[in-house]
């Protein structure tokens, strides 16, 4: 067992003295984990460069809640699409709209109490990991309810009075209900760019120790190991011993890289 541990240590100062080897084997696969899942990751059509993707809920059926939920879809920030609160509650659970918002019965009629006693309440339903897409879409379904109702004001000609934090001016009021995202495949590029940098990390192990057992062979160590008083599989069975150990260092890291920094989450850690 010496001997093998032996031959192990010295395979590891061989590696780690080629720099070039040695960043292609320790660099090279967590590199490239990084870079394709920056790279894929950049293609989501729910953010804002796409639109949110919103299903709307219009319980209320009247002209001041057909006309708001309009007005959603006119929305540059917006993918609106109407359904039924069942189908939206499911469209949200399996990930094909990141939101829905239910205009429930009286929307119409607490439209037009706005000014004395605040808009109306609608629900927010989405996945709770997505607080930021929360804070964007409150924000975008508020700017729109307080342009229609000025528009609204305007056009009745009626006095609005102070629309400050003063005069107690909200055009809507939420009530947020979490809708656990079902998650049935990777969450996100890099739950497919890390597993690929393991598989990085075995290639490059493998190859790096092949190389040095050329490279022994060409300067001549491998010629005094074979007359040293060693059997060839102890040689072997060294430098085996010591790809295996590397790639479950360097899968471990990989994994520890992907699970702090990104979000990644193995099915299995001993697999």
Same mark, same amino acid.
């Given at each position: 067992?010496?001997?093998?541990?032996?031959?192990?240590? #010295?395979?590891?100062?061989?590696?780690?003295? !080629?720099?070039?080897?040695?960043?292609?084997?320790?660099?090279?696969?967590?590199?490239?984990?990084?870079?394709?899942?920056?790279?894929?990751?950049?293609?989501?059509?729910?953010?804002?460069?796409?639109?949110?993707?919103?299903?709307?809920?219009?319980? !209320?059926?009247?002209?001041?809640?057909?006309?708001?939920?309009?007005?959603?879809?006119?929305?540059?920030?917006?993918?609106?699409?109407?359904?039924?609160?069942?189908?939206?509650?499911?469209?949200? #659970?399996?990930?094909? +709209?990141?939101?829905?918002?239910?205009?429930?019965?009286?929307?119409?009629?607490?439209?037009?109490?706005?000014?004395?006693?605040?808009?109306?309440?609608?629900?927010?339903?989405?996945?709770?990991?997505?607080?930021?897409?929360?804070?964007?879409? +409150?924000?975008?379904?508020?700017?729109?309810?307080?342009?229609?109702?000025?528009?609204?004001?305007?056009?009745?000609?009626?006095?609005?009075?102070?629309?400050?934090?003063?005069?107690?001016?909200?055009?809507?009021?939420?009530?947020?209900?979490?809708?656990?995202?079902?998650? #049935?495949?990777?969450?996100?590029?890099?739950?497919?760019?890390?597993?690929?940098?393991?598989? *990085?990390?075995?290639?490059?192990?493998?190859?790096?120790?092949?190389?040095?057992?050329?490279?022994?062979?060409?300067?001549?160590?491998?010629?005094?190991?074979?007359?040293?008083?060693?059997?060839? *599989?102890?040689?072997?069975?060294?430098?085996?011993?010591?790809?295996?150990?590397?790639?479950?260092?360097?899968?471990?890291?990989?994994?520890?890289?992907?699970?702090?920094?990104?979000?990644?989450?193995?099915?299995?850690?001993?697999?």
């Amino acid at each position: 067992m010496d001997t093998l541990l032996a031959m192990v240590a #010295k395979d590891f100062k061989l590696l780690l003295r !080629d720099r070039m080897g040695g960043f292609f084997t320790f660099g090279f696969p967590i590199v490239m984990a990084i870079f394709f899942g920056t790279l894929f990751s950049g293609g989501s059509s729910s953010g804002p460069a796409g639109g949110i993707k919103l299903a709307v809920v219009d319980e !209320d059926t009247t002209t001041v809640s057909r006309t708001f939920a309009d007005s959603l879809a006119a929305s540059p920030e917006l993918r609106v699409t109407r359904m039924t609160l069942a189908e939206a509650e499911n469209a949200v #659970k399996l990930g094909r +709209q990141t939101a829905f918002v239910r205009l429930p019965s009286g929307f119409g009629a607490a439209r037009g109490r706005t000014f004395a006693g605040g808009g109306p309440e609608v629900e927010l339903g989405m996945d709770p990991s997505r607080r930021a897409e929360s804070g964007m879409l +409150q924000g975008v379904l508020m700017k729109r309810a307080a342009r229609d109702t000025f528009m609204q004001s305007n056009a009745s000609k009626r006095p609005t009075g102070s629309t400050g934090a003063a005069g107690g001016f909200e055009p809507l009021r939420f009530r947020s209900r979490d809708i656990a995202r079902q998650v #049935k495949g990777p969450r996100n590029a890099y739950e497919i760019s890390f597993p690929q940098g393991v598989m *990085w990390a075995v290639v490059s192990c493998a190859l790096g120790f092949a190389l040095g057992l050329v490279n022994e062979r060409q300067r001549g160590t491998l010629i005094r190991l074979r007359v040293a008083p060693l059997e060839r *599989w102890r040689i072997l069975g060294g430098k085996a011993l010591g790809c295996f150990l590397t790639i479950l260092m360097l899968a471990s890291v990989v994994l520890l890289v992907g699970r702090l920094g990104f979000g990644v989450r193995p099915a299995s850690f001993p697999l």
